[in-house]
């Protein structure tokens, strides 16, 4: 069975460039969260969508960073204007259960983006 | 507001001996928890979950974690350790919003 899937696997940008990162969750599976793992820490949250609804966009550093799940499936993460600091791996995870803490997260194998 | 603290950036252990992670959580409600495990190169995998069911919960792989409230601990072990398990470790709370907290992570390494 296919698990969540990320695309690209890593991206290289020059500073000030755009960049867009790509999810496909499993089907059918109606939360959506972006992580951010720097180098050496645990993922920290960036944004949360149950189907195309955003309910939570609070993890989002700055005005650059862009989230959007237009038809509750596929989902873009977008970071304008890139910074060095945006360098690390974003992660992409899906779940079942709508807004329920306690379902399990699958996690894809992120997109480690690297700004030069 | 939530929180989770690993007790430990790395822990070493020998093969065939046991393996103890440490974690403290905080939370205003009664809180889910997790520990997640990232292998190299490869996604996070759930190896178990806390739901206020049983407070002793097994997971795959021969861990388990013990939920104790009094000392808002949720430490992850296993009784032998395996050349396999190296890997990074996860703690993580969720209090039944839309964020699921990660501590920082333990790095477990396993000496042949």
């Known amino acids: 069975g296919a698990g969540v899937s990320q695309s690209p696997r890593y991206k290289v940008a020059k500073r000030g460039q755009d960049v867009a990162l790509r999810c496909d969750p499993i089907?059918?599976?109606?939360?959506l969260f972006w992580y951010q793992q720097a180098l050496g820490q645990g993922p920290e949250f960036l944004t949360y969508f149950q189907n195309e609804a955003q309910l939570d966009k609070s993890g989002l550093p700055s005005d650059r960073f862009f989230a959007e799940r237009p038809e509750g499936s596929v989902s873009t993460l977008k970071i304008q204007r890139t910074q060095q600091e945006d360098s690390a791996v974003y992660l992409c995870?899906?779940?079942?259960?709508?807004?329920?803490?306690?379902?399990?997260?699958?996690f894809g194998n992120g997109t480690r983006l690297t700004v030069t | 507001a939530q929180s989770v603290t690993q007790l430990d950036s790395h822990v070493s252990v020998s093969e065939g001996t046991p393996v103890l992670l440490r974690c403290n959580y905080s939370?205003?409600?009664?809180?889910?928890l997790f520990w997640y495990v990232q292998h190299p190169n490869k996604g996070l995998q759930l190896l178990l979950k806390y739901t206020s069911a049983a407070t002793l919960v097994k997971g795959i792989n021969g861990f388990e974690a013990e939920f104790k409230k009094s000392e808002t601990s949720f430490h992850l072990t296993k009784p032998s350790a395996h050349m396999s398990d190296a890997a990074e470790y996860f703690c993580?709370?969720?209090?039944?919003?839309?964020?699921?907290?990660f501590g920082a992570g333990t790095r477990l390494f396993v000496k042949a």
């Open positions: 995870a899906s779940s079942l259960a709508a807004g329920q803490g306690n379902s399990p997260l699958h």
């Open positions: 993580v709370v969720n209090d039944g919003g839309f964020k699921t907290i």
């Open positions: 939370s205003s409600y009664s809180p889910s």
């Open positions: 089907s059918g599976h109606v939360s």
